[in-house]
């Protein structure tokens, strides 16, 4: 069975760019999650998605947004790029809002 | 505000060793707490997971021990193996907040051959 599935794996931006990321969660899985995690820190939560619709949403500048699509994948969008959002992006999803947790192998972006 | 304090950074331990590694949380109303495992250039694996109801769980050659009075768990690898050399994260999330987890800082752990 596929396991979640990102894309694209790397991406290199400018300052000032905007960026999408992209997430596919397992097969049956209604709920979407997105980490960030700076290199040799824990990954931190930025939001969730249940049913199409935002449950939670972290410690994140509006210039963070995301959504999720009828068939449960996802999209992260970051607006003016910061060198400081270089990181791993990390996408999760679980069966429900409260069940197990399983994350994809992250995008890891890089923003000159 | 760090949530889960994890412990040590790193931690290298011999072959056929046990390792062990802590983590201290502040919110009590946190009731999941999983351990995860990282390979380089991957993203975390579920490895283990307990909620406050029980003290200890195990699973093969991980076990969780879960301390609710004093705010702590952790995760003990018996019988290290090289190939368990990643890094761990504990984490926690409460139930309220669906699967929104707050993580430790991570342990990098290298078994030596």
């Known amino acids: 069975d596929a396991g979640v599935t990102q894309s694209p794996t790397h991406l290199i931006k400018t300052r000032g760019q905007h960026v999408t990321l992209r997430c596919s969660p397992i097969s049956g899985h209604k709920s979407v999650s997105w980490y960030q995690q700076v290199l040799g820190q824990g990954p931190q939560f930025i939001f969730q998605y249940y049913e199409k619709e935002e449950r939670g949403r972290g410690n994140f500048p509006d210039r963070f947004s995301a959504r999720q699509f009828p068939n449960y994948s996802s999209e992260l969008n970051v607006n003016a790029l910061l060198l400081g959002d270089s990181a791993l992006y990390l996408c999760?999803?679980?069966?429900?809002?409260?069940?197990?947790?399983?994350f994809g192998n992250g995008t890891r972006l890089t923003v000159t | 505000q760090q949530q889960v304090k994890q412990s040590p950074q790193s931690l290298i331990v011999q072959k056929g060793g046990i390792s062990i590694i802590n983590c201290a949380y502040e919110?009590?109303?946190?009731?999941?707490f999983p351990w995860y495992q990282q390979f380089p250039g991957k993203g975390p694996a579920l490895l283990i997971a307990?909620?406050?109801?029980?003290s200890e769980k195990k699973e093969g050659r991980f076990t969780i021990s879960f301390n609710k009075s004093a705010k702590q768990f952790s995760l003990h690898i018996m019988d290290s193996q090289p190939g368990d050399s990643a890094t761990y994260f504990c984490a926690a999330s409460h139930n309220n907040a669906g699967n929104m987890l707050t993580f430790g800082g991570g342990t990098r752990l290298m078994v030596k051959p």
């Open positions: 307990i909620r406050p109801d029980v």
């Open positions: 999760a999803s679980s069966f429900e809002p409260k069940g197990q947790v399983h």
């Open positions: 919110n009590t109303a946190f009731d999941y």
